[in-house]
């Protein structure tokens, strides 16, 4: 059974950095494309970034430049950057097996003004 757990977010202020983490349980993971999501309260679930085989990224406007997403295929991880953070930023960060559409349980992330 593949399983992905995020790791990794908590309270921060506004400008501050963070790095969430995404293990991700079984074989599967090499060559997957792995994304980024994350849900603000009351709002829908949004893309954040994405990493596939090879390194190839791709980010939402709203993150491209303060963002860097990376995966480390030897230890089944997945990393999100996350610098110069804003209040906008605050949710629930969830990685994605995008391929398989499986999702973990998500991590918070609360940036304060």
């Known amino acids: 059974q593949v399983r992905l757990v995020e790791s990794g977010g908590g309270w921060v202020q506004a400008g501050e950095s963070l790095t969430l983490s995404c293990q991700v349980s079984g074989s599967i993971f090499r060559g997957a494309v792995m994304g980024w999501y994350r849900q603000a309260p009351r709002q829908q679930r949004e893309f954040v970034a994405r990493?596939?085989?090879?390194?190839?990224?791709g980010y939402a406007d709203s993150v491209k430049g303060r963002f860097t997403v990376s995966r480390d295929d030897a230890k089944n991880m997945a990393y999100l950057q996350m610098n110069a953070l804003k209040p906008e930023d605050t949710g629930v960060y969830y990685c994605?097996?995008?391929?398989?559409?499986?999702w973990g349980k998500g991590t918070q992330v609360t940036v304060s003004s």
């Open positions: 990493v596939g085989m090879g390194g190839t990224t």
């Open positions: 994605s097996l995008e391929a398989m559409d499986l």
